[in-house]
């Protein structure tokens, strides 16, 4: 036969309590903060590669609203400038004799922050995470 014992439980409402407050937590909060997030990277990313010549394509750059479509934050970098296809992916020369080749800024880049992304994210949830457990 076991013998009878004393048991402390207020860690474990502690431990409950806190649970509590990461259930209670914005989770579209942080997902749309963690979509602006990834984009002002990409944003960066792509201001640097694109070439410049007047800035104007430079200057083009902005980043559109995130939207939220079921369990998918979608948020655009865009560039308005006429010319900004052209420059990306390339294009025959005003005689039609040759070819430019494109620069690839927004591919490469986004290329970038995608590789990147897993681990960006991973340190913003153990923010939260850390926030939700250490915080009373």
């Known amino acids: 036969m076991g013998r009878g014992g004393r048991v402390d439980y207020r860690q474990l409402k502690a431990f409950e309590r806190k649970l509590a407050k990461l259930a209670n937590a914005d989770h579209e909060k942080f997902c749309e903060a963690a979509a602006k997030e990834l984009a002002a990277r990409l944003l960066g990313k792509v201001i640097r590669r694109t070439p410049v010549k007047d800035g104007t394509l430079r200057r083009g750059w902005t980043i559109g609203q995130v939207k939220q479509n079921g369990a998918i934050y979608e948020i655009e970098v865009i560039n308005n400038t006429e010319y900004a296809q052209y420059v990306e992916f390339g294009h025959r020369t005003s005689n039609h004799q040759g070819w430019v ?36």
């Open 101 to 136: 080749n494109g620069r690839f800024m927004m591919t490469i880049s986004a290329d970038q922050v995608e590789q990147q992304a897993p681990a960006i994210l991973e340190k913003k949830l153990m923010k939260m995470l850390r926030e939700a457990f250490d915080g009373d």
